[in-house]
């Protein structure tokens, strides 16, 4: 058995392995064929020499990290473990994976089985729907895809647009002009790609129409050519909303559908066109069905449980 000290030089103990080595505990069960022992500012490490120097990458990772933010839980132990890339999780090379190098030196790739799953599905397919519940990555990896073709001009521009019924209000009774209006609804959608686009580009491309947010009721009439497309939360489209997106799709296009079929905003009357989607076009060749579940959720551990715990009852 290898064996490996580490030292935490200046930094509180505390910090690093939460209080009663909560943390340790947390990163412990995350490297199983390791046993690591702290003593102080020192951490033992014992094991086979390759997974000692795995985790050491991911080590250095979490220490840049906190260094930078002065701050460490178990969501951003999450995201750098799946950054530092176990030789026993992976079956490719980590650079296969990345789709777009994001704003200050954010790496931005498929980091689950069915991510990469759909990765491969949007390569293949010009329509893509991805299911699954909120967290597992579904709505950032589409993003990332259409950032990735409009970089490689393999589009010439990106449609993002959501179905506005969230609230459960008619848009005119709440306050502001209709940007105003509709901007909470979008939110997620510009949070995504101010990780991927430099703010000052980002601007230049939505001024310029080459990056384009709306409400999905503004899609009637349009043909959407040249263009990666993304429809989000597409649970709280109707039939009617569902077909009328899914013939804008012109020549050169990409769609890509995502939601989730277990938070439906719609009225009980009205049944989701999502749900009816992908039980006509199934057998569409061409047309591609990616699913997503508790094992691709990448934010606080807890959100995995609580969609374990949900999905038992149903």
Known sequence: MNEKIIELGEVNPLDIYGVNDTRLDFIQSNFPNLRLVARGSAL??????????????????????????????????????????PVNARNQDASDDVLVFGNAGLVIKARTPNQRR???????????FALGPAGTGKTYT???????ALKNKEVKKIILTRPAVEAGENLGFLPGDL?????PYLQPLYDALRDMIPIDKLAAFMENGIIQIAPLAFMRGRTLDNAYVLLDEAQNATQSQMK???????NS???IITGDVSQIDLPRNQ?????????????????????????DVIRHRLVKNIIEAYHKEN
């Not at 014992?46 to 050491?56: C, P, T, V, Y």
């Not at 940007?179 to 901007?183: A, S």
């Not at 749900?275 to 579940?293: N, P, R, T």
């Open 118 to 128: 759909m990765v491969e599905s949007v390569e293949k397919n010009d329509m893509v």
């Open 253 to 255: 296009a990409k769609f």
């Open 179 to 183: 940007k105003e209006k509709l901007d």
């Open 271 to 295: 049944p989701s066109g999502l749900i009816h989607a992908v039980k006509l076009l199934s057998k569409v060749k061409g047309i591609d069905f990616i699913e997503l579940d508790a094992s």
């Open 44 to 85: 033992k490490v014992k094991g086979d020499s390759a997974l000692i120097n795995e985790f050491s990458k991911f080590f250095d990772l979490m220490m840049q990290h906190f260094n930078k933010h002065q701050t460490l839980n178990e969501t951003d132990i999450m995201r750098l473990l799946a950054d530092s890339q």
């Open 142 to 148: 589409a993003v990332a895809l259409a950032v990735r």
């Open 244 to 250: 009328m997106f899914l013939t804008r799709m012109g």
